[in-house]
């Protein structure tokens, strides 16, 4: 059972997933619209994650075959799913990262 639990979960935990998600709860984007929201992520880790989420069903890629090439990205219903799950792990996230970064300063010896 903990297996099959996992494979969800794996796309969630990782690093870029859920604020890619969480980023594309309001409308579709565009890559370099979500390059420029999600600062820190290289193109290719993009690109990579991009994928993952299209290829487990959260997200859809609509490629309007035009020069220059235009493509969006927008939630699935299954990606939508986590539209009232996301935001609350999200606000967790951002309202304990202090308790979280002392924490790990005091693990490492640093305070």
């Not at 059972?1 to 969630?12: C, F, N, P, T």
């Not at 309007?64 to 792990?89: D, M």
Request: some cysteine; charged content about 30%; overall charge neutral.
């Amino acid at each position: 059972m903990a297996a099959k639990r996992r494979i969800g979960l794996d796309r969630l935990a990782d690093k870029w997933s859920a604020l890619l998600l969480d980023a594309l709860q309001a409308n579709p984007r565009r890559f370099a619209e979500l390059r420029t929201e999600l600062d820190g992520i290289s193109e290719k880790m993009l690109t990579q994650t991009l994928r993952s989420l299209e290829r487990d069903g959260m997200i859809a890629r609509k490629d309007y075959g035009e020069l220059p090439p235009r493509v969006e990205y927008a939630l699935t219903e299954l990606g939508r799913s986590l539209t009232t799950t996301l935001p609350t792990l999200c606000a967790w996230s951002a309202q304990h990262l202090s308790e979280i970064e002392h924490a790990r300063a005091r693990y490492d010896g640093e305070v």
